[in-house]
């Protein structure tokens, strides 16, 4: 039987999951950085994912798919997980099509990250809330290269760790998909190259074996999270496996460039993110 306080107590921490979403929101929808992290940062993922379910049911727009954020060892929490989930929003997601804006805050962070991208060809069944990356691999869908749009309005979001990143959309700000590389589950991992350049300078290497437990492993991971979140995947909705090359800080007015070895490269140049209309 509740004391009185403790309800007081969780209408407190609701209250303020409520408000920090809503200062995030407002942030995106306006394209204004923030100085300091919103209220007080969740106490752990859970939390966490408490702020970024009431942001995205006040963002206006449909939740298409999924970026994979690795977490480091260092700052896990009791949930034992080792990635996180974001949001991709069918508003800012772009095909290839010669070179792309990058929209980032000004102000705030502003990355570009190397992507390998699933698209699921069958919906999850519902029910099942555990993945292996063998089951995982079981589940149809075709892999596609990226980049994914790493911004938010708080300049400090990656170095205020993981909590904060799940609070605010999982630090994503749009992910470009480019062309399918046919056949994957045949092409040995290390044979999924991939490079960064900002400007004229290489930043970064990688490729799928850069993601630790390679592509099924961040399936397996958005599979489980997603549906022990009461939003299993779909057909047709994507899963952004994790920076394949590293985080590349990256300026208004710099160009990007990806190039993934045998499968084409996408160039954008990064912008300043502007207001967002209410509605889709």
Same mark, same amino acid.
């Given at each position: 039987?509740?004391?009185?306080? #403790?309800?007081?107590?969780?209408?407190?921490?609701?209250?303020?999951?409520?408000?920090?979403?809503?200062?995030?929101?407002?942030?995106?929808?306006?394209?204004?950085?923030?100085?300091?992290?919103?209220?007080?940062?969740?106490?752990?993922?859970?939390?966490?994912?408490?702020?970024?379910?009431?942001?995205?049911?006040?963002?206006?727009?449909?939740?298409?798919?999924?970026?994979?954020? $690795?977490?480091?060892?260092?700052?896990?929490?009791?949930?034992?997980?080792?990635?996180?989930?974001?949001?991709?929003?069918?508003?800012?997601?772009?095909?290839?099509?010669?070179?792309?804006?990058?929209?980032?805050?000004?102000?705030?962070?502003?990355?570009?990250?190397?992507?390998?991208?699933?698209?699921?060809?069958?919906?999850?069944?519902?029910?099942?809330?555990?993945?292996?990356?063998? #089951?995982?691999?079981?589940?149809?869908?075709?892999?596609?290269?990226?980049?994914?749009?790493?911004?938010?309005?708080?300049?400090?979001?990656?170095?205020?760790?993981?909590?904060?990143?799940?609070?605010?959309?999982?630090?994503?700000?749009?992910?470009?998909?480019?062309?399918?590389?046919?056949?994957?589950?045949?092409?040995?991992?290390?044979?999924?190259?991939? #490079?960064?350049?900002?400007?004229?300078?290489?930043?970064?290497?990688?490729?799928?074996?850069?993601?630790?437990?390679?592509?099924?492993?961040? $399936?397996?991971?958005?599979?489980?999270?997603?549906?022990?979140?009461?939003?299993?995947?779909?057909?047709?909705?994507?899963?952004?496996?994790?920076?394949?090359?590293?985080?590349?800080?990256?300026?208004?007015?710099?160009?990007?460039?990806?190039?993934?070895?045998?499968?084409?490269?996408?160039?954008?140049?990064?912008?300043?993110?502007?207001?967002?209309? #209410?509605?889709?």
């Amino acid at each position: 039987m509740s004391n009185g306080n #403790e309800d007081k107590d969780v209408t407190a921490v609701d209250a303020g999951a409520a408000a920090i979403a809503a200062r995030f929101v407002e942030a995106r929808l306006h394209a204004r950085a923030l100085p300091d992290f919103p209220g007080v940062i969740p106490a752990d993922l859970a939390a966490a994912y408490r702020v970024q379910d009431l942001a995205i049911a006040r963002w206006p727009d449909q939740v298409v798919g999924w970026k994979v954020g $690795y977490i480091q060892s260092q700052r896990r929490d009791v949930s034992g997980d080792d990635r996180l989930l974001g949001p991709i929003f069918r508003r800012q997601l772009w095909p290839v099509d010669g070179r792309v804006d990058l929209p980032v805050f000004a102000g705030g962070f502003a990355a570009v990250e190397a992507e390998y991208v699933l698209r699921l060809q069958a919906d999850a069944p519902p029910d099942k809330t555990d993945w292996t990356p063998e #089951e995982a691999a079981a589940l149809p869908a075709t892999l596609h290269i990226g980049i994914e749009i790493a911004s938010s309005p708080l300049a400090t979001i990656n170095q205020l760790g993981p909590c904060v990143v799940v609070s605010d959309f999982g630090n994503n700000n749009g992910l470009i998909v480019g062309e399918e590389i046919r056949n994957w589950r045949a092409i040995p991992e290390e044979r999924l190259r991939a #490079e960064t350049w900002i400007d004229v300078t290489r930043v970064g290497t990688g490729g799928a074996t850069f993601l630790p437990g390679g592509l099924l492993a961040a $399936y397996a991971f958005a599979l489980s999270r997603s549906a022990r979140r009461g939003r299993p995947l779909r057909t047709g909705e994507l899963v952004a496996t994790g920076n394949a090359t590293g985080i590349h800080d990256i300026a208004v007015g710099q160009t990007a460039q990806v190039r993934f070895e045998g499968y084409g490269a996408i160039d954008g140049r990064a912008v300043a993110a502007t207001a967002l209309k #209410e509605a889709p």
